[in-house]
């Protein structure tokens, strides 16, 4: 409600200080005509959701959790990363490579993933196990292969997350579905008893988690606010990138990854229809499978 509140209160005059600034919205010219009305929006309005959503974890949740600090750290790191390619597009009309920004995540979510399974006490037991959603009690053990696959999760959620948010409300809109669903997981991963009724992996500690997630849930209510049709603000790679970076870190904090297919569908999906596009494109030597894809 925190996140919420402060979002809507805020949200006003932070697009009059990026249109003062002239922080604006770039359309690309191979979609449709329609979409050239949004050329000069504000963009970089993920900042709103970091500091909201910051500001009401810092004020509610229990700081003494390793957890929280984690996500807190995941969604800055991930930000950064996005805002210096936003402030690069801004200057020179073209961001960060593609190279420097996967080694980026890359390293971003090895950390993540060393400290978790090395660093974090708590999970000796089932750290490197796998829970797959709809068999209860079958958790495959992958070994140092599950370092790898935190930081496939952890980037793929961040990059697909980026990837959709092109249109009014098109990636808020699943992030609020996905950060719903999540606050329910990690609350019941979280306490042995709802956990071993629901036979699903108890994760100690993990349950506080439930009050970042809900304020990333009212930062984004607040925010879509201004971004639904039609949309006086978009969030940018700052926000995009810093939001999928949070959602599959809490994913794979609480073991519950593959559930993102699910509940991320849109983003698997925008994800895919790049892979296929650029696939089809490479192989038929210039010939496009859709007419634009994101």
């Known amino acids: 409600?925190?996140?919420?509140?402060?979002?809507?209160?805020?949200?006003?005059?932070?697009?009059?200080?990026?249109?003062?600034?002239?922080?604006?919205?770039?359309?690309?010219?191979?979609?449709?005509q329609?979409?050239?009305?949004?050329?000069?929006?504000?963009?970089?309005?993920?900042?709103?959701?970091?500091?909201?959503?910051?500001?009401?974890?810092?004020?509610?949740?229990d700081l003494g959790?390793?957890?929280?600090w984690l996500v807190l750290l995941s969604a800055l790191g991930f930000g950064a990363i996005g805002l210096r390619d936003d402030i690069l597009k801004l200057k020179k009309g073209q961001g960060i490579s593609a190279k420097e920004k996967i080694v980026l995540q890359v390293l971003l979510s090895l950390a993540i993933g060393i400290y978790l399974l090395y660093f974090d006490p708590?999970?000796?037991?089932?750290?490197?196990?796998?829970?797959?959603?709809?068999?209860?009690?079958?958790?495959?053990?992958?070994?140092?292969g599950y370092l790898l696959f935190i930081v496939f999760i952890i980037v793929g959620t961040s990059n697909a997350v980026n990837l959709t948010d092109w249109l009014d409300g098109l990636a808020i809109g699943?992030?609020?579905?996905?950060?719903?669903?999540?606050?329910?997981i990690v609350y019941i991963c979280g306490h042995f008893n709802f956990a071993e009724y629901l036979r699903i992996q108890h994760i100690k500690d993990a349950g506080e988690i439930a009050?970042?997630?809900?304020?990333?849930?009212?930062?984004?209510?607040?925010?879509?606010?201004?971004?639904?049709?039609?949309?006086q603000?978009?969030?940018?790679?700052?926000?995009?990138?810093?939001?999928?970076?949070l959602l599959g870190t809490i994913a794979v904090i609480v073991k519950h990854e593959l559930l993102l297919i699910l509940v991320g569908g849109v983003f698997v999906i925008e994800a895919l229809s790049v892979i296929i596009q650029v696939g089809y494109f490479?192989?038929?030597?210039?010939k496009r499978f859709f007419r634009m894809a994101p």
């Open 211 to 231: 009050v970042a997630s809900s304020a990333v849930m009212g930062a984004s209510l607040g925010f879509l606010w201004f971004n639904s049709y039609p949309a």
């Open 65 to 68: 959790n390793h957890y929280i």
């Open 282 to 286: 490479k192989y038929t030597g210039g």
């Open 122 to 144: 708590t999970r000796a037991e089932y750290a490197t196990r796998l829970s797959v959603p709809f068999f209860k009690g079958f958790h495959p053990d992958l070994g140092v």
């Open 233 to 245: 603000i978009f969030m940018g790679d700052v926000g995009s990138l810093s939001l999928g970076g």
């Open 1 to 32: 409600i925190t996140a919420l509140g402060l979002s809507l209160i805020l949200g006003g005059l932070m697009i009059r200080v990026l249109q003062k600034f002239q922080i604006q919205e770039k359309i690309r010219s191979d979609g449709p």
């Open 174 to 184: 699943p992030i609020i579905i996905a950060t719903l669903t999540y606050t329910g």
């Open 34 to 61: 329609h979409h050239s009305s949004k050329s000069g929006t504000p963009t970089m309005g993920g900042l709103l959701i970091l500091a909201t959503f910051g500001c009401s974890t810092l004020l509610w949740a």
